[in-house]
């Protein structure tokens, strides 16, 4: 488990999976109507989610 801060400051506790920084149902609520196919937007979001989460991690290690 892990904690996010909301806009307001205050931290609420989320679960999130390993390799996800920000999950896919989080950030949907974000974007205006989807018309194409979501399952391609989806995977596009976690391919590039987890690359940004295995940067942070080289970074993290690396030094």
Same mark, same amino acid.
């Given at each position: 488990?892990?904690?996010?801060?909301?806009?307001?400051?205050?931290?609420?506790?989320?679960?999130?999976?390993?390799?996800?920084?920000?999950?896919?149902?989080? !950030?949907?609520? @974000?974007?205006? +109507?989807?018309?194409?196919?979501?399952? =391609?937007? *989806? !995977?596009?979001? @976690?391919?590039? +989610?987890?690359?940004?989460?295995?940067? =942070?991690? *080289?970074?993290?290690?690396?030094?």
């Amino acid at each position: 488990m892990s904690e996010r801060q909301t806009q307001d400051g205050t931290f609420k506790e989320t679960k999130v999976k390993p390799g996800i920084c920000i999950p896919w149902d989080e !950030k949907l609520k @974000e974007l205006p +109507e989807i018309s194409g196919d979501r399952d =391609i937007f *989806q !995977k596009v979001w @976690e391919d590039n +989610e987890a690359l940004a989460y295995m940067y =942070i991690w *080289q970074c993290l290690l690396s030094f």
